[in-house]
T-cell receptor, first 112, second 112 residues
Framework: AQSVTQLDSQVPVFEEAPVELRCNYS??????LFWYVQYPNQGLQLLLK??????LVKGINGFEAEFNKSQTSFHLRKPSVHISDTAEYFC??????????FGAGTRLTVKP | ETGVTQSPTHLIKTRGQQVTLRCSSQ?????VSWYQQALGQGPQFIFQ???????GRGNFPPRFSGLQFPNYSSELNVNALELDDSALYLC???????????FGEGSRLTVL
């Protein structure tokens, strides 16, 4: 069965600095990979997804992620963060599509 | 276009009681998935309903059950509540079993 490991539970950064949130997955077959963001007291919002094709995926709010099959990773990056990016970020893998497994989450805190 | 709505937003129950949580799917979506998110953890897949039938289930005991209605809204029922059932319950709707998930804001259940 597939699983997801988010390597950092908390990531503090200063505003306008770059950030990388790390995600490794395990699966025996082809996978779909996702990043979701959760703001306080809200549901999850899809940032981006990898289904097939180009390994560099661009999402909303300036985020992008790179699928690396050999390293089984799907790290999320943003070149310059804003205060409003402070939230919980979840990496997820789906295989088959109706059984999505989420990581434990990474709390991104952007400081002024 | 109406998004995914869940009710109630908060509720408190005592151990041994039963609870019903409700979810209205986004307009045009025929699939509903339920997730349990314990404090500080990522969402865990409970089950999915597609066209009124269960279409996949995670590692949850039978006291977690559900329904999907002809209008594609859904209910999650939990019997014999335990303290560990305290969590945020998230509903997500999609168009088809592999469509993008759109999440509601969740129902926060506290079991005392």
């Amino acid at each position: 069965a597939q699983s997801v490991t988010q390597l950092d539970s908390q990531v503090p950064v200063f505003e306008e600095a770059p950030v990388e949130l790390r995600c490794n997955y395990s699966s025996s077959v082809s996978v779909y990979l996702f990043w979701y963001v959760q703001y306080p007291n809200q549901g999850l919002q899809l940032l981006l997804k990898y289904l097939s094709g180009s390994t560099l995926v661009k999402g909303i709010n300036g985020f992008e992620a790179e699928f690396n099959k050999s390293q089984t990773s799907f790290h999320l990056r943003k070149p310059s963060v804003h205060i409003s990016d402070t939230a919980e970020y979840f990496c997820a893998v789906s295989d088959p599509p109706n059984d999505m497994r989420f990581g434990a989450g990474t709390r991104l805190t952007v400081k002024p | 276009e109406t998004g995914v709505t869940q009710s109630p937003t908060h509720l408190i129950k005592t151990r041994g009681q039963q609870v019903t949580l409700r979810c209205s799917s986004q307009s045009g979506h025929n699939t509903v998935s339920w997730y349990q998110q314990a404090l500080g953890q990522g969402p865990q897949f409970i089950f999915q309903y597609y066209r009124e039938e269960e279409n996949g289930r995670g590692n949850f005991p039978p006291r977690f059950s559900g329904l999907q209605f002809p209008n594609y809204s859904s209910e999650l029922n939990v019997n014999a509540l335990e303290l560990d059932d305290s969590a945020l319950y998230l509903c997500a709707s999609s168009l088809g079993i592999s469509g993008e998930l759109f999440f509601g804001e969740g129902s926060r259940l506290t079991v005392l």
